[in-house]
């Protein structure tokens, strides 16, 4: 997925040392793709008051592993609405990187 592509394209700001290319190409493990999550997110609240929140909603003491792992988009400019929330995801990041790449197709 080329989310700091696209997130780039857009206007948001690059962090790390890697090129954008490079990080795109990370694992979803590697902290610096990671960080430059972070700060796509923090862009996206900031300038585009669009908010996103990763949770897991199972056990995790039975079954860390389930497809449990859920996000949701929210406006933050009008009434705080949900504009999109989805579950079964694997992994936070799994969940983090489709919320990401969900939001900036809004803009």
């Known amino acids: 997925m080329d989310l700091i592509k696209i997130a780039s394209k857009l206007g948001c700001r690059h962090y790390t040392e890697f090129t954008v290319e490079e990080l795109d190409e990370l694992p979803l493990s590697n902290p610096n ?5 972070y700060f796509i997110q923090k862009w ?3 300038i585009h008051k669009i908010h996103i ?9 039975y079954d860390y592993n389930s ?4 996000y949701e988009i929210k406006s ?19 969940a983090l990187e489709e919320s990401l790449y969900q939001a900036l197709l809004l803009i």
């Open 76 to 94: 933050l400019k009008e009434n705080f609405s949900i504009i999109e929330n989805r579950t079964n995801f694997k992994s936070f990041e799994q």
């Open 67 to 70: 497809l449990d792992w859920c």
């Open 44 to 46: 996206l609240r900031e």
């Open 53 to 61: 929140n990763v949770w897991f909603k199972g056990d995790m003491i």
């Open 33 to 37: 793709k990671q960080i430059e999550y």
